[in-house]
């Protein structure tokens, strides 16, 4: 634990010291010195190896927001939670813990040179045994999962949809199917549509870990 906050108070104090650099190689929602966004990478990966972080930003006028996740590892979440609890009051930008849920969720993502609509993709979501277990449908699936860019896509629609916290702590489990001819037939709902289905659906279970298939 020691050698983790040691790690940690190198990371604030080494963005402390080139944020006016990174604030100066913003363009738009982007930041382009890829050699100081490295350096912040290789100190997180200290702290806990399942750290990401990205931009964010509302309007021009606001300050920069830099969230931090856990690349939906539940048991990483004490590191972000940690790493958040350190983080310094600095001018011009603000850190947030996890995706939160977007008003209005994207409709699309574009992820290189693929683009996933949200309507391209079914779930279902189920209560069992007291656990949250949600399956989600797609055309020609892949053999393995992290080869196809869809599968990223989905995660951040589902950031977007129940946030990157609640997916981690309220869903048992997340299993991925080719989709079937009539999704309706299967008693499927349109990905779009799982907020609701969710929110009714999540205080009938504690909070616990994902596990994906």
Not at 121 to 136: D, H, P, T
Request: some cysteine; hydrophobic content about 40%.
């Amino acid at each position: 634990m020691a050698h983790n906050l040691e790690h940690i108070r190198a990371f604030w104090q080494q963005l402390e010291n080139t944020l006016e650099q990174l604030l100066e190689s913003q363009t738009e929602a982007r930041f382009d010195d890829d050699h100081l966004l490295d350096h912040y990478r290789t100190i997180l990966q200290k702290i806990d190896r399942n750290l990401t972080f990205h931009f964010e930003r509302d309007d021009n006028e606001g300050p920069v927001e830099m969230v931090f996740g856990c690349d939906g590892y539940p048991e990483s979440i004490h590191s972000v939670l940690n790493l958040i609890g350190a983080a310094p009051v600095l001018t011009g930008i603000e850190f947030r813990a996890f995706n939160e849920r977007c008003n209005p969720v994207p409709s699309f993502i574009t992820l290189g040179d693929e683009f996933c609509q949200i309507d391209d993709f079914w779930c279902s979501l189920r209560l069992i045994e007291g656990k949250l277990q949600l399956a989600v449908y797609m055309e020609d699936m892949p053999a393995i999962l992290d080869m196809d860019p869809r599968v990223e896509a989905v995660m951040i629609f589902l950031d977007a949809l129940i946030g990157e916290y609640e997916l981690m702590t309220r869903l048992w489990s997340l299993d991925w199917y080719d989709l079937p001819t009539d999704p309706l037939d299967y008693g499927l709902i349109p990905l779009a549509e799982l907020r609701c289905t969710f929110d009714e659906l999540k205080e009938s279970v504690k909070p616990v870990g994902i596990t994906i298939h």
